[in-house]
């Protein structure tokens, strides 16, 4: 493998990657370990240590230690492994569904991250995106969780990638949802309509940091019955605010979380034992669906000297 490139086969899910780091000015006479440190975050000094056993390399051939001493310009190579679920999807289920000179509007499959993790590099959006348009700059302008498929917004260069970031954090976009949600006392029943709008913020309770529970952050989702099946209902569903996790979080607090949802509907303890094993088959037996039940199906945006999008997917109910 090229150490400086993903791997050979990018869509392996073993597959790796090389992190290459620059030692800048402020760092000289630093040890390896404090370098790497400043560099990979939330890493501690003894993970780091552990890393810099694993493999690390330094350009010019020097042994990597973590006491080894830095010089400004130095080059240290970091080795990293893929850890993904084994059902991630393959880069060649994603679609494109509209395009223009300014932007791309692809079809996201559930399972497959837009950004890079520390443990996710060659298996994303971005990484697709690098392989599809080497010679041009494609960002995505917005996220969607790895579990939610559906309209994903990608800016083409950096005037229209700033535009439509702007756009999307500022509200002015128009996105549509559908989910499915766990509904045995049908609180949602065919076109009925609610307005789900208690303030959210990060769960101070949750052991999952990433939680959002009540809060002081206004939002609102409005939500219609859409149909149901069994003890599911089906829903469609439209924001107003933005917040992380807020589809997700609003239906959990109403008593119906989506189906399959690992954090809100399975809750932290399922949530923090999948990543630390994500795809394990103990874990895969007890969800309803492997990845959970929400799609983007429509996304609009008119931005000022930009092509406006207006772009959908149709989903069949039955197959979320």
């Known amino acids: 493998m090229d150490p400086e490139s993903p ?27 404090r370098v790497l440190t400043e560099r990979i975050r939330r890493a501690s000094r003894s993970q780091v240590a552990s890393i810099i056993r694993g493999g690390v390399r330094i350009e010019d051939g020097r042994r990597a230690k973590p006491a080894t001493r830095m010089r400004p310009g130095d080059v240290v190579l ?15 289920r994603i679609r494109v569904i509209d395009t223009s000179d300014d ?19 060659t298996r994303t959006v971005e990484a697709w995106l690098a392989l599809r348009w080497p010679n041009e700059r494609i960002e995505p302008v917005h996220r969607l969780d790895r579990d939610t498929s559906g309209c994903l917004v990608c800016g083409r260069g950096l005037d229209a990638i700033r535009a439509l970031r ?38 101070a309770e949750s052991e999952v940091r990433l939680r959002m529970g009540a809060g002081d952050l206004p939002c609102a989702t409005h939500v219609t019955g859409r149909g149901r099946d069994g003890g599911h209902a089906i829903l469609d569903v439209r924001i107003d605010g933005g917040r992380q996790h807020q589809i997700r979080a609003h239906l959990s607090l109403f008593g119906t979380p989506i189906v399959g949802d690992k954090l809100y509907g399975m809750g932290d303890a ?20 492997r990845w959970h039940a929400l799609t983007a199906v429509e996304v609009a945006v008119d931005v000022p000297g930009l092509a406006r999008i207006a772009a959908r997917v149709d989903k069949n109910d039955r197959s979320m």
């Open 7 to 33: 791997a050979d086969n990018p869509d392996s899910p073993e597959a790796g990657w090389i992190d290459r780091y620059e030692v800048g000015p402020h760092q000289d006479g630093w040890r390896l370990d």
């Open 103 to 121: 932007w791309i509007v692809i079809d996201k499959p559930a399972g497959l991250l837009v950004h890079r993790t520390a443990h996710e590099a």
């Open 166 to 203: 702007a756009a999307f954090a500022e509200g002015r976009v128009d996105k549509r949802y559908r989910a499915r949600v766990v509904d045995p006392g049908q609180r949602w029943g065919v076109g009925e309509t609610r307005t789900l709008d208690t303030p959210l913020g990060f769960d």
């Open 78 to 92: 970091v080795p990293r492994i893929e850890r993904a679920d084994p059902a991630t999807p393959a880069l060649d």
């Open 270 to 289: 399922f949530f923090l034992a999948w990543l630390d094993a994500p795809g394990d088959l103990a874990l895969v037996e007890q969800l309803d669906t």
